[in-house]
C-alpha cells in the first residue's frame, strides 16, 4: 500500500547512551534531528509538510527500540484532519520495544475538523521489562457554526501485546451524527477527551497511590478516571472543556514518573 507519509526510526544504546541507528522518510513525514534535551537519549520531532490530512490521506510509522535504548518521540503541531467527502483519514503506528528500552509516545492533540473522518491504529509489542509511555489527545475543530463535534467520526485503536500476549485493547469510537454528545456514556457535556498509558515495571501500587493523590488535585477542571491494568500498567482518562487542561493532567503524570526515574520534568516546548 502506497502511504502518503511513512516515517521509520530505530534506537540502540550505545556506550551508555542511545543513538538512532537508523531513519528513513517519505512523502508528507519528516523528521528534526535528534535533539538531547537530556544527555542519555534524544528526542524526536515528527513533521507533517503538508500542514493537515486530507481526503484518503495514509500515514504509517514505524518505531523500534533494542535492548536498554530509550527514546522520546511526539509531533512538532496537532494533527489536523479536514473535510474526507469520499474516504476517511487512517494513520498506523507500530512499536517494537525490547527488554530494558523506554518510549515516551507524547503527539500533539488530533483537531477534527467539520466533516472528516480519521481511523488511528497503533500496535505495541514489547518485551516484558520494557516501558511504553503514551499520551492521546482528541479535540473538535473549527466549525462554520461555531458548534462542536461537526466531523462525521473518530476511530482510534490501541493494541499492546507483552511477550506477544495481547494485554491491552482500547477502542474509542466517536460517531456525532445521530448522537447527543453531550449525554450520559458520551461526553457528558464535556468537549475534549484525552486517554494517558503507561506499561512499566516501575508501575507499583504505591507508585499508582501517589498517581491518584496528584490526580485528585486536577479534579477541579476536568473529570478524571483511572484503571489499573492486568499487566503492570495504568490508563488516565479525561473529560475537559479545552486542551490545556488535559495536557497539564497529562503534564503532572508524567513528571511523576519521570521522578521515580530521576529525571528532570519533560519540557517539550515548541514555540
Keep these: 500500500m502506497e502511504h502518503t507519509g511513512s516515517l521509520c526510526l530505530e534506537a540502540v544504546q550505545k556506550d551508555g547512551q542511545t543513538i538512532i541507528s537508523d531513519c528513513w522518510f517519505e512523502g508528507a513525514f519528516k523528521v528534526t534531528r535528534p535533539v538531547y534535551l537530556e544527555s542519555s537519549h534524544p528526542t524526536i520531532y515528527c513533521i507533517h509538510v503538508g500542514g493537515g490530512y486530507v ?3 495514509s500515514y504509517e510509522t514505524s518505531i ?7 527514546l522520546t518521540v511526539t ?3 496537532s494533527t489536523k484532519v479536514y473535510r474526507t467527502p469520499d474516504k476517511p ?7 517494537l520495544l525490547k527488554q530494558g528500552s523506554i518510549l515516551e509516545f507524547l503527539p500533539d492533540p488530533l483537531i477534527a475538523y467539520e466533516k472528516s473522518r480519521f481511523v488511528q491504529e497503533t500496535t505495541v509489542h514489547m518485551e516484558r ?3 511504553f509511555l503514551y499520551s492521546d489527545i482528541i479535540t473538535p475543530g473549527w466549525s462554520k457554526t461555531g458548534e462542536h463535534f461537526q466531523y462525521d467520526w473518530v476511530r482510534s485503536k490501541l493494541k499492546i501485546y507483552e511477550d506477544e500476549k495481547l494485554q491491552v485493547y482500547d477502542h474509542l469510537f466517536l460517531q456525532p451524527k445521530g448522537h447527543d454528545m453531550s449525554s450520559f456514556m458520551q461526553m457528558e457535556g464535556y468537549t475534549h477527551f484525552g486517554a494517558w498509558l503507561l506499561v512499566s515495571p516501575f508501575v507499583t501500587e504505591q507508585w499508582i497511590k501517589e498517581l491518584s493523590n496528584i490526580l485528585e488535585t486536577c ?3 476536568a473529570r478524571i478516571g483511572w484503571s489499573a491494568l492486568k499487566t503492570n500498567g495504568i490508563v488516565v482518562r479525561v473529560l475537559a472543556y479545552h486542551t490545556q487542561a ?13 521522578r521515580q526515574w530521576q529525571q528532570v520534568p519533560l519540557d517539550l516546548r515548541k514555540y
Excluded at 89 to 95: A, E, K, L, N, W
Excluded at 246 to 257: H, N, P, S
Aim: hydrophobic share 30%; aromatic share 6%.
Design 129 to 131: 521489562g520494557a516501558t
Design 246 to 258: 488535559i495536557e497539564r493532567i497529562f503534564q503532572a503524570c508524567t513528571d511523576l514518573v519521570r
Design 89 to 95: 483519514v487512517r494513520q498506523y503506528t507500530s512499536i
Design 55 to 57: 481526503n484518503g490521506d
Design 75 to 77: 509531533t512538532q503541531a
Design 219 to 221: 479534579s477541579s477542571e
Design 64 to 70: 523500534s527500540l533494542k535492548e536498554d535504548a530509550r
